[in-house]
C-alpha cells in the first residue's frame, strides 16, 4: 500500500517497473540531445558541479556552450513524477 494514496501491490510494482523505464529512457534522451548538440558546434560542459555547500555535488542533465554563452537544462520526458 502506498502511504499517501492506497495502491495495491499489483499496481504499485507495475507503477514501479513502468517509471523505471521512463527514467531510462529520459537518460537515453539525454545523451541524443548531447549528440544533437555536439554535432552543432556546442561544446559539452561537464555535467557533475560543485554546489555552494562544503562537499556538496550537483548534476546538471545538459550543460553546455556554445562561443560565449552558457546553457544549462533541468530536462523533463513527463511531470508527474520527479525523484528528485
Not at 62 to 75: C, D, L, M, P, R
Amino acid at each position: 500500500m502506498g502511504l499517501f494514496r492506497p495502491t495495491k501491490p499489483k499496481a504499485k510494482i507495475l507503477q514501479n517497473l513502468l517509471q523505471s523505464q521512463e527514467i531510462k529512457f529520459g537518460d537515453a534522451f539525454e545523451k541524443l540531445i548531447e549528440l544533437y548538440l555536439t554535432e552543432n558546434g556546442f561544446t559539452i560542459l561537464p555535467k557533475k558541479i560543485s554546489g555552494e555547500k562544503i562537499n556538496e555535488s550537483l548534476i546538471i542533465d545538459q550543460y553546455f556552450k556554445i562561443k560565449e554563452k552558457i546553457y544549462f537544462i533541468e530536462q523533463k520526458i513527463r511531470d508527474d513524477h520527479d525523484s528528485t
